[in-house]
């Protein structure tokens, strides 16, 4: 899969304002909001989102399935989980779980090929520096600080969970 190359050079095409991203360079860099930055959306993104509304329910049903098998390996091997009463109203984009080092987990996923999300990689997503431009003091937020060093998430869309399970459970001692 070329999930990481494309992931890294789209997060880089966007940073530099070569492409419409979520985020974009000047979004990343200060505090101001940059102009243009509430657009309509496109009429290619009207269409791959109307054309995606067939396969939303699919979706949804696998992505609770994979969060539910998820939780249920976790909860067997003692590690962090989300439980069963979080499970009704959520969606599950992602699947949050707790490493040890987080550098050393995405290097064995990359290896593994299985694609991690790193939402929440900094409590101020996705600045990493300079936070005070945000009066956001690191004194004041030690728990989001922790978690944003080890949290990674699995993917939830995925059509083969037992090869994310089977990733961590073959690296269980890297998770919390």
């Given at each position: 899969?070329?999930?990481?190359?494309?992931?890294?050079?789209?997060?880089?095409?966007?940073?530099?304002?070569?492409?419409?991203?979520?985020?974009?360079?000047?979004?990343?860099?200060?505090?101001?909001?940059?102009?243009?930055?509430?657009?309509?959306?496109?009429?290619?993104?009207?269409?791959k989102g109307i054309s995606n509304l067939d396969?939303?329910?699919?979706?949804?049903?696998?992505?609770?399935?994979?969060?539910?098998?998820?939780?249920?390996?976790l909860k067997e091997h003692h590690k962090y989980?989300?439980?069963?009463?979080?499970?009704?109203?959520?969606?599950?984009?992602?699947?949050?779980?707790?490493?040890?080092?987080?550098?050393?987990?995405?290097?064995?996923?990359?290896?593994?090929?299985?694609?991690?999300?790193?939402?929440?990689?900094?409590?101020?997503?996705?600045?990493?520096?300079?936070?005070?431009?945000?009066?956001?003091?690191?004194?004041?937020?030690?728990?989001?600080?922790?978690?944003?060093?080890?949290?990674?998430?699995?993917?939830?869309?995925?059509?083969?969970?037992?090869?994310?399970?089977?990733?961590?459970?073959?690296?269980?001692?890297?998770?919390?």
């Amino acid at each position: 899969s070329n999930y990481w190359r494309l992931r890294s050079f789209y997060r880089f095409l966007s940073k530099h304002n070569l492409v419409v991203g979520s985020s974009q360079g000047e979004e990343l860099t200060g505090t101001k909001m940059p102009e243009g930055y509430f657009k309509s959306i496109s009429e290619v993104q009207v269409k791959k989102g109307i054309s995606n509304l067939d396969e939303f329910d699919t979706l949804m049903k696998r992505r609770h399935e994979n969060a539910v098998k998820y939780s249920s390996f976790l909860k067997e091997h003692h590690k962090y989980y989300v439980d069963e009463q979080f499970h009704k109203d959520h969606c599950f984009l992602k699947y949050p779980i707790l490493v040890k080092d987080r550098t050393v987990f995405e290097e064995l996923a990359f290896n593994a090929k299985i694609e991690l999300g790193d939402w929440f990689c900094t409590p101020l997503y996705p600045v990493k520096d300079n936070w005070i431009e945000w009066d956001l003091h690191e004194i004041t937020i030690p728990i989001a600080l922790y978690l944003s060093k080890h949290i990674v998430n699995l993917p939830t869309e995925t059509k083969n969970p037992e090869k994310v399970i089977k990733f961590v459970k073959n690296n269980i001692d890297q998770l919390i």
